[in-house]
């Protein structure tokens, strides 16, 4: 099985949100008031992003990170073929 990077699969997910939008690395990184260099390497899943950061870029793309997070979880898993259970915390 191949290992999975959640960051990845991060970038992957707000990659897309980005290209779906026809926004540019620049227009996003401004909005999200981060470095267009750390944008794109968030993208490139080279960098692991703060909940602040994070949360920062899915505002500045109109996202809810709960949201991003869902996509997530269902892209880790088709990429790891096992069956996605939710726990209730209360």
Same mark, same amino acid.
């Given at each position: 099985? =191949?290992?999975? %990077?959640?960051?990845?699969?991060?970038?992957?997910?707000?990659?897309?949100?980005? =290209?779906?939008?026809?926004?540019?690395?620049?227009?996003? /990184?401004?909005?999200?008031?981060? #470095? %267009? +260099?750390?944008? #794109?390497?968030?993208?490139?899943?080279? *960098?692991?992003?703060?909940?602040?950061? %994070?949360?920062?870029?899915? =505002?500045?793309?109109?996202?809810?990170? #709960?949201?991003?997070?869902?996509?997530?979880?269902?892209?880790? *898993? #088709?990429?790891? +073929?096992?069956?996605?259970?939710?726990?209730?915390? /209360?």
């Amino acid at each position: 099985m =191949t290992m999975v %990077l959640v960051r990845e699969a991060v970038g992957q997910t707000l990659r897309a949100a980005r =290209t779906a939008q026809g926004r540019t690395l620049r227009d996003v /990184a401004r909005d999200a008031r981060v #470095s %267009l +260099g750390y944008l #794109s390497e968030v993208e490139r899943g080279q *960098k692991e992003a703060s909940s602040e950061l %994070l949360n920062a870029i899915c =505002t500045a793309l109109g996202l809810s990170l #709960s949201g991003v997070f869902a996509q997530v979880a269902s892209e880790l *898993k #088709s990429r790891e +073929g096992v069956t996605l259970t939710v726990v209730d915390a /209360a």
